[in-house]
C-alpha cells in the first residue's frame, strides 16, 4: 500500500515537472524566435547611442537580439541538443519567410486612394530587410550552433553543475562569431569601416553584458536529473 501511494507520489511530480518544463520550453522557443525576427527588422536603423564624447554606433536590432543567446540555453535545458537544433533552424527560416513577406508586400501595387506614409515609404524601409536577414540567418546559424555543441561539451565536462557557467561559457564564444558575421555581411560596404568596427564592439559589449544579467533565466526551471547529460 505504501509502495503504491509512493509511486503515485513520484507520478504526481514528475507530471508536474513535465508540464513545468513544457511551459518553459514553449515561452523560451516563442521568445526565442520573437527576439530574432524583431532583431532584423530593428537593424535596418543604425543607433548612435551615448554622449558625444564616449557614443558608439549600434544598429538597434542590438536591443532585442541578445536575449536569444540565453532563450537557446534554456531551450537547450529543457528540450536536449535536438530540440534547441530544431528551434535555431526553423528560426532562420521564419527570419527568411519574413523578409519575402516584406519584398513582395513592397513590390505589390498600392492602393493610390489611400494616402498614408506606409503606402509610400513602406518598401524603401523595410526592403533592406532583405540583407539584413541574410546576414542574420548566416551568423545566427553559425553561432547558435556553435553555442550548442559548447553547451553540450560543458554538461559533459561538469554534468548538472554549474548551470551558471553554461550560458556564460557557451555565449563567450558564439557572441562574437555572431557579431563579426553579421556586422560584415549586413553593413559590409553599406556604412563606412569605422562604423562597422563600432557596431561590432557594441553588439559585444551589448550581448555580453546581456548574457551576464539574464544568467538567472537558467535556473527558472529546475534541471531534470532523470535526463543524462548525453542529452
Not at 79 to 108: C, D, K, M, Q, Y
Not at 189 to 203: D, H, L, M, Q, Y
Request: glycine share 6%; proline share 5%; charged share 15%.
Amino acid at each position: 500500500m505504501a509502495q503504491v501511494a509512493l509511486t503515485d507520489t513520484l507520478s504526481t511530480d514528475e507530471h508536474l515537472f513535465g508540464r513545468r518544463a513544457l511551459t518553459w520550453l514553449l515561452v523560451a522557443t516563442a521568445g526565442y524566435v520573437a527576439c530574432s525576427i524583431l532583431a532584423n527588422v530593428m537593424s535596418v536603423r543604425i543607433l548612435r547611442i551615448g554622449p558625444d564624447w564616449a557614443s558608439f554606433s549600434v544598429d538597434a536590432g542590438t536591443l532585442t537580439y541578445p536575449l536569444t543567446f540565453t532563450l537557446r540555453d534554456l531551450v537547450h535545458k529543457v528540450g536536449g541538443r535536438h530540440v534547441a537544433r530544431v528551434v535555431i533552424l526553423s528560426t532562420a527560416g521564419l527570419n527568411v519567410l519574413a523578409a519575402f513577406a516584406f519584398w513582395a508586400t513592397a513590390e505589390l501595387p498600392a492602393d493610390v486612394a489611400v494616402l498614408a506614409p506606409a503606402q509610400e515609404w513602406f518598401g524603401p524601409v523595410l526592403n533592406p530587410v532583405l540583407r539584413i536577414t541574410a546576414a542574420s540567418v548566416i551568423a545566427q546559424v553559425v553561432a547558435e550552433l556553435l553555442d550548442t555543441e559548447v553547451y553540450h561539451r560543458f554538461v559533459l565536462r561538469f554534468g548538472h553543475r554549474l548551470q551558471w557557467g553554461r550560458v556564460l561559457a557557451s555565449n563567450a564564444v558564439s557572441i562574437p562569431v555572431d557579431s563579426v558575421v553579421f556586422v560584415a555581411i549586413a553593413f559590409g560596404g553599406a556604412v563606412p569601416f569605422s562604423v562597422a568596427v563600432s557596431i561590432v564592439w557594441a553588439n559585444i559589449v551589448v550581448k555580453g553584458l546581456t548574457s551576464v544579467a539574464t544568467v538567472p533565466l537558467i535556473y527558472a526551471v529546475p534541471e531534470d536529473l532523470t535526463r543524462p547529460p548525453e542529452d
